[in-house]
């Protein structure tokens, strides 16, 4: 059984705020990213994915973020718009220059 700190969520249902895991370890790796992004993005991916935690009191289950996830998030987006940035940068200097 895990407490929470008063700045984490607390239960939708009962707003308990004493939690423990609901299931053992869930899996957040996903292979199209990995193929796709390569290790960081799919790195990056996984760790920004919220935890499934179970209620003590009501026994409801709810996801909510991480101190880990909410870093692995903004990391995620910055680099996502470094990739979105270069792949303009690369189309952008496509263009046919004349060599005297």
Do not use: Y
Not at 31 to 37: C, I, Q, T
Not at 69 to 97: E, H, M, N, Q, Y
């Amino acid at each position: 059984m895990t407490v929470v700190n008063q700045s984490e969520q607390a239960c939708p249902n009962c707003g308990g705020i004493e939690v423990r895991p609901s299931s053992i370890l869930k899996r957040h790796f996903n292979p199209w990213l990995f193929h796709l992004g390569g290790w960081m993005l799919a790195l990056l991916w996984s760790g920004s994915r919220k935890e499934e935690v179970r209620c003590v009191r009501c026994e409801t289950i709810f996801q909510r973020h991480t101190r880990v996830s909410k870093i692995a998030r903004v990391l995620l987006i910055l680099f996502l718009l470094l990739i979105v940035a270069l792949i303009c940068a690369g189309l952008l200097d496509t263009a046919p220059t004349s060599r005297d």
